[in-house]
């Protein structure tokens, strides 16, 4: 058996303890203050003399030495198990970005006719980490390591990425060959110079974007255990063709293509919770007023849903995709009804001498925000559809309109301050009111991503309406459209 003396015991103490306390587990004072390490040495010495007090200490002392050995064993084994915990713990009121470095990817193969395509790839991902606000992209300007370099751990240098500053290492290679791409990415932990996760995609090579957003949302679902949004989509109306048309692009402002081609009005694109199909709103009806279509993109059918005389708009899906809500006029007032898939009326949610409009259920759909100016201005409510009771739940300001309702319980709406109009969230219950943009031109048509962390919109910062996105909590506000014209009113929806 070793020899059990205060020195030893501070060491295996230290081995213990200090991988805890590197990886955060423990504080520094737990670290001194766990176990044995809170034993005074002079009583340690005292129970291991076996001159002192007989067999008894020397039998207490040799089960603690057990105890202890065990409990090291224990915690080594931990190391391995607490190096594949979350690192961004993204329900956080505040959480830190982490800085990454992304080299160019590496031509793994012997075609070498595409170089550009090393810089597009780490571009996409790169760009993707950016968007999410949970990461910060280090100047390829300032990495050390020579171009091309190896993609195995064993073969990187790592003092030359902490010292710059990289947190966490991003290498990624690929093979051409023909039309067909295949594309492996590494992520590597700095500090502890290990590799976190390793994965490839496969696929076209025009379709090289798709390949790298999904190995971006890989990227996050490892590191935030929650699914990334880098293959959802929106669809938006835009102006590029001199009227106003719906459109759909990836979320990051890419691969846009038209949806309809009514060459007339077309309005409030809405995205089933499947993402198969669209309803909107358009005016290719000569003389009438707005109708509402459902445009089905799996098989490309266009029916319409509603064609009464008045107002047909502002539809919004239920949760399960089998009814939508929206406000129509055909009984005199704008009130808000239900309607299933063939256009039938179901219900009729809100009846009331005010305009009653923009419907949108919540999340498990017992209850709906809508907007009212029943109060003498717009105004948002909150409908309880079982019982039918009303209650108020904007009161700041006089003018509160477009409430969206996200998938983690939160709502989103355009208010009007200082002049111009600006997106705030609130609970359900009309508190915790928080205000997302501000001096920037005017921001409307809030939606959510469909995991409920981000937000889409439309703003006039630049002098022209671009759809832009940002975080739930306002940060990493990112214009995403550059098409000729101005896109408003978008809708965000899944892959």
Same mark, same amino acid.
């Given at each position: 058996? *070793?020899?059990?003396?205060?020195? +030893? ?8 303890? +200090? ?32 001159? &002192? ?82 990461? %910060? ?60 996760? !390793? ?64 060459? +007339?009005?077309?309005?409030? *694109? ?29 098989? !490309? ?41 063939? !256009? ?16 949108? &259920? ?46 983690? %319980? ?83 929806? *899944?892959?």
């Amino acid at each position: 058996m *070793p020899s059990l003396t205060p020195r +030893s015991l501070r060491r295996w103490s230290d081995q213990i303890h +200090s991988p805890l306390f590197r990886k955060g587990i423990i504080s520094a004072r737990m670290r001194w203050k766990s176990g044995l390490t809170s034993v005074s040495w002079k009583k340690i010495e005292r129970l291991h003399n076996p001159n &002192f007090g007989g067999g008894y200490q020397m039998r207490r002392t040799r089960f603690l030495l057990r105890r202890f050995i065990a409990c090291a064993l224990l915690f080594f084994c931990l190391e391995g198990v607490t190096y594949a915990r979350i690192y961004i713990d993204i329900n956080s009121p505040s959480v830190p970005k982490f800085n990454i470095a992304i080299p160019d990817f590496k031509n793994l193969g012997r075609d070498n006719e595409r170089p550009a395509l090393s810089t597009e790839l780490s571009g996409v991902v790169s760009n993707d980490l950016d968007i999410s606000g949970y990461f %910060n992209p280090l100047d390829k300007a300032a990495f050390l390591e020579e171009k091309g370099g190896s993609l195995k751990g064993k073969d990187i240098n790592f003092k030359d990425w902490s010292v710059i500053g990289a947190e966490l290492l991003l290498k990624g290679g690929y093979v051409c060959v023909g039309n067909r791409l295949e594309v492996e990415i590494r992520l590597f932990d700095v500090f502890r110079g290990r590799q976190i996760l !390793g994965k490839r995609a496969f696929g076209k090579l025009k379709e090289y974007r798709h390949l790298i957003h999904r190995l971006s949302n890989e990227i996050i679902l490892k590191l935030t255990g929650h699914d990334g949004m880098f293959l959802t989509r929106l669809a938006f109306v835009g102006t590029a063709t001199g009227e106003r048309e719906i459109y759909a692009c990836d979320y990051d402002g890419h691969n846009v293509r038209p949806l309809t081609k009514d060459k +007339s009005i077309a309005l409030l *694109p809405r995205w089933s919770p499947d993402g198969k199909k669209i309803v909107y709103n358009s005016y290719k009806k000569k003389n009438s007023g707005p109708m509402l279509y459902l445009r089905d993109l799996v098989t !490309g059918d266009l029916r319409r849903l509603s064609g009464r005389s008045g107002l047909n708009i502002g539809a919004c899906w239920a949760p399960d995709g089998k009814e939508l809500a929206l406000t129509m006029s055909h009984e005199g007032n704008p009130d808000i009804f239900t309607i299933d898939l063939q !256009g039938k009326i179901l219900n009729q949610l809100v009846k009331h001498w005010g305009i009653d409009v923009s419907p949108a &259920f919540s999340p498990d759909a017992t209850r709906l925000a809508f907007v009212s100016n029943r109060s003498g201005s717009p105004q948002i409510y909150l409908l309880e559809i079982s019982s039918g009771r009303v209650d108020r739940l904007t009161y700041e300001g006089k003018y509160n309109t477009s409430p969206v309702w996200s998938s983690l %319980n939160r709502i989103a709406f355009v208010g009007k301050a200082n002049g111009n109009f600006d997106i705030f969230t609130l609970e359900p219950d009309g508190g915790r009111i928080k205000r997302l943009t501000a001096d920037a031109g005017d921001n409307e048509d809030p939606c959510w991503s469909p995991d409920g962390r981000y937000i889409a919109f439309s703003s006039s910062r630049t002098g022209q309406y671009h759809i832009y996105i940002m975080n739930a909590n306002g940060q990493t506000q990112r214009r995403v459209t550059f098409d000729k014209g101005k896109q408003i009113s978008p809708s965000w929806g *899944p892959e």
